[in-house]
């Protein structure tokens, strides 16, 4: 048992850190808005991700195997929304912060939740850590719970290295022209996961 975990936050692991739509939005985040104020978005994303495992795990999942029609609705809407995303990331306005001014608006923590909804790699990973990692009969739901403690390890873990690593860029972007680089060029990233979702 206690191998058949470590092997699951391997493959956690591997999904979690690489970059795709999720830790994009945390790295655009945290360089535009700081590390803590990234938090609420990484806890929006960790408690989608537990949603969809549960969804997979009780049957949901198998719905989507079994009617592939709904997996291509499940990539069109997820395609629709990353490419919102993107517009939104890429044509962010530049904002001077000021002590005496509000401070903008980070994304909020639902959007993170959304994200995961219709998020195809999302849906992919908790099918592949149900598939691979669960144990059948009466050991079915203790291993489930192992992979939900699993997804949230690891999406902390990772979380938090994309936000730092946004919000140490976030440093440099002291000029108008810095800041909208940036954002142009997370959008584009952003942009070029749908790609991950049709291959």
């Known amino acids: 048992m206690e191998t058949l975990f470590f092997s699951m936050l391997g493959f956690l692991w591997v999904a979690a850190i690489t ?5 994009m939005l945390l790295t655009s985040s945290g360089a535009n808005y700081g590390f803590m104020r990234t938090i609420p978005l ?18 949901v999942g198998s719905l989507i195997l079994l009617y592939p029609a709904l997996h291509l609705i499940l990539k069109i809407a997820g395609s629709a929304y990353l ?8 044509t962010a306005t530049y904002e001077k912060l000021e002590t ?21 790699k999302a849906w992919l990973m908790a ?18 719970v192992l992979i939900s403690i699993g997804i949230a390890l690891v ?6 290295i ?15 022209r810095a800041w909208t680089i940036f954002n142009v ?4 990233l952003t942009a070029a996961c749908v790609l991950l979702i049709w291959h």
């Open 19 to 23: 970059p795709g739509p999720n830790n």
């Open 42 to 59: 990484m806890i929006g994303i960790m408690l989608g991700m537990q949603c969809i495992l549960l969804l997979v795990a009780f049957g």
């Open 83 to 90: 490419l919102w995303l993107a517009w939104k990331i890429g």
């Open 100 to 120: 005496d001014a509000p401070p903008p608006v980070p994304i909020p923590f639902w959007q993170g939740g959304l994200l995961q909804v219709i998020n195809p």
């Open 127 to 144: 099918l592949g850590a149900v598939a691979s990692f669960s144990l059948a009969g009466a050991q079915y739901l203790h291993s489930v």
């Open 155 to 160: 999406n902390i873990v990772a979380g938090i």
């Open 162 to 176: 994309w936000i730092a690593f946004g919000s140490m860029i976030g440093k440099l972007l002291r000029s108008r």
């Open 185 to 188: 060029f997370m959008g584009l």
